[in-house]
């Protein structure tokens, strides 16, 4: 995958331009089925995860409601340019804040004035209270319109951070080339992937239908659901 540089030339775009100019780490940057995308993602939470000096910190990990993780978020550009990404939602479940099954999602945002390229990064988020979580069960979801975004902070802890990021609504990260940092992430919309829920449960569940607990998880979620919980504890 080749590297380029981002070249915003246009501010008055309503989207906010998110500027990956890397590919991504470690993970496999292709992927073909649901089942293989849930690998994938639980292979970047666990290498994120490894590094405790760089990686999310397991306080905010622990407090967060909800994690999305986007492998492998494409951007393509040609004087209009785009992101576009398939992932998951995790959430706990409100009683027993024990995680739950996954659901699929699309992140999609449009950009002007970049170079011609492309890259692959991968994204984490965090959401941190209900308003968001409930925001995000829709069928379509607008960062920083609906819900305010911040770059999260990284290392050990997140507790000594600033209150503007601490307030946020939903952190967000983002690893290209094997780098782990906040990424302000605003202006893309997520989706619900009811064809990517209808390959995992059979049928096409809702995310609100899946996050309710309607359904078990499959088989292929086992080591993501079982790295949030382990993490999740420490």
């Known amino acids: ?3 380029f540089r981002c070249n915003v030339t246009n501010l008055r775009v309503p989207v906010a331009a998110l500027c990956l100019a890397v590919t991504a780490g470690s993970a496999p940057l292709q992927a073909d089925t649901a089942a293989e995308r849930l690998a994938q993602s639980a292979t970047v939470l666990k290498e994120i995860m490894a590094a405790p000096d760089k990686g999310i910190p397991s306080d905010l990990l622990k407090a967060a409601q909800c994690v999305v993780i986007v492998p492998g978020l494409k951007k393509v550009g040609l004087v209009v340019g ?14 027993t804040s024990a995680w739950g099954a996954p659901a699929a999602l699309r992140i999609e945002g449009g950009s002007f004035g970049f170079q011609i390229g492309a890259s692959e990064t991968d994204v984490i988020m965090l959401l941190m209270d209900q308003r968001s979580v409930k925001g995000i069960l829709n069928s379509r979801f607008t960062l920083g319109g ?4 911040a770059a999260g902070p990284v290392g050990r802890s997140g507790t000594a951070q600033t209150d503007a990021t601490m307030n946020a609504k939903i952190l967000s990260y983002s690893r290209s080339r094997g780098v782990f940092a906040g990424l302000a992430l605003s202006g893309a919309t997520l989706r619900q992937d009811l064809d ?6 059979g049928r096409k569940l809702s995310t609100k239908e899946i996050v309710a607990g309607q359904v ?6 086992s080591e993501l659901i079982d790295l949030l919980r382990n993490y999740s504890q420490r």
């Open 1 to 3: 995958m080749s590297d």
């Open 82 to 95: 785009g992101k576009y990404g398939r992932g998951f939602l995790v959430c706990r479940n409100p009683d």
């Open 146 to 149: 609906d819900a305010e975004v």
């Open 196 to 201: 990517e829920n209808h390959e995992l449960y």
């Open 216 to 221: 078990a998880p499959p088989a292929a979620a």
